[in-house]
């Protein structure tokens, strides 16, 4: 890595100063963790995977029409990004049951929900990310109003064309947490689509198998996680350059 500012450092990700004013180098880590730090470990290759799938799935929601932080991938493990201001507050959108939710009602995991579930946490490490309401978000200050309701609008339109694009791949989107920041552009204030999208935040099991495709296999010990991982990428069509010690072994670029 070059020598440049760290400005934060992550579980998962470590930001440096970007080259322009306005920009900052998400730099993708192979750090796992779990339950809020308790568990932690590597998964070998997992920040080139994240950083191509988080990649190739932002450009296709700017496709679509969704503003997102991202500028352009820099190499294995690093990408531009616009310089945003966070918002603390984590959205989590459901699908199926499963992890969290499943725990909290007693249900099954797989149980289909009749619609889509939006729930919000406040990022904070020290609390243990806690459930919030929008109310909370408001009266806190953490977002107004108009800017939870374009919140929720442009997760709900990210699920359903993620959902969409998955499913296409034989790959059932089960639930995701999503991140926004406010940008700036002249005087206008914008929100967009901040952080990454990968298996570490999403679930994603196969149609065919219900086979978990994500960070679960970490978190519950279910092995062959970079094979997992890996399996999402080549699916979606953008298995990872070569390149020295980033991807080692025989098997991983097929
Ligand atoms: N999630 C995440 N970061 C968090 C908490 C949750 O990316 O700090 C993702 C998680 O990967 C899953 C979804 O949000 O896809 C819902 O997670 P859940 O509330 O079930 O919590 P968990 O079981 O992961 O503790």
């Known amino acids: 890595m070059a020598k440049r500012r760290k400005l934060y450092e992550g579980k998962a990700k470590v930001i440096f100063e970007g080259p322009e004013p306005g920009t900052v180098v998400q730099y993708f880590k192979d750090d796992a963790?779990?339950?809020?730090?308790?568990?932690?470990?590597?998964?070998?290759?997992?920040?080139?995977?994240?950083?191509?799938?988080?990649?190739?799935?932002?450009?296709?929601?700017?496709?679509?029409?969704?503003?997102?932080?991202?500028?352009?991938?820099l190499n294995m493990r690093e990408q531009l990004v616009r310089e945003v201001e966070i918002i603390p507050v984590e959205v989590v959108i459901r699908n199926i049951v499963a992890g969290s939710l499943a725990k909290r009602f007693d249900m099954p995991e797989g149980t289909p929900l009749p619609r889509s579930i939006v729930e919000?946490?406040?990022?904070?490490?020290?609390?243990?990310?806690?459930?919030?309401?929008?109310?909370?978000?408001?009266?806190?200050?953490?977002?107004?109003?108009?800017?939870?309701?374009?919140?929720?609008?442009m997760s709900l339109r990210i699920n359903d064309y993620l959902s969409g694009l998955f499913l296409g791949i034989g790959i059932r989107l089960v639930d995701f947490k999503l991140e926004f920041g406010r940008l700036w552009d002249e005087d206008q204030m914008h929100i967009v689509l901040a952080d990454e999208i990968s298996p570490d935040n999403c679930r994603l099991w196969d149609v065919k198998t219900s086979e978990k495709m994500d960070k679960d296999r970490f978190r519950r010990d279910l092995g062959d996680v970079e094979e997992a991982y890996q399996e999402v990428a080549r699916r979606l069509g953008i298995l990872p350059e070569s390149g020295p010690g980033d991807m080692p072994g025989p098997d991983t670029l097929q």
Not at 37 to 53: C, F, P, Q, S
Not at 124 to 149: K, N, Q, R, V
């Open 33 to 73: 963790t779990a339950f809020n730090n308790k568990k932690k470990g590597t998964i070998t290759g997992k920040g080139v995977l994240n950083n191509r799938i988080s990649e190739y799935l932002m450009l296709c929601l700017q496709d679509i029409g969704i503003p997102t932080h991202f500028v352009r991938r």
């Open 120 to 153: 919000y946490y406040y990022k904070s490490d020290e609390l243990d990310d806690p459930m919030i309401s929008e109310e909370h978000i408001t009266a806190f200050g953490w977002a107004t109003p108009p800017e939870l309701d374009e919140i929720m609008s």
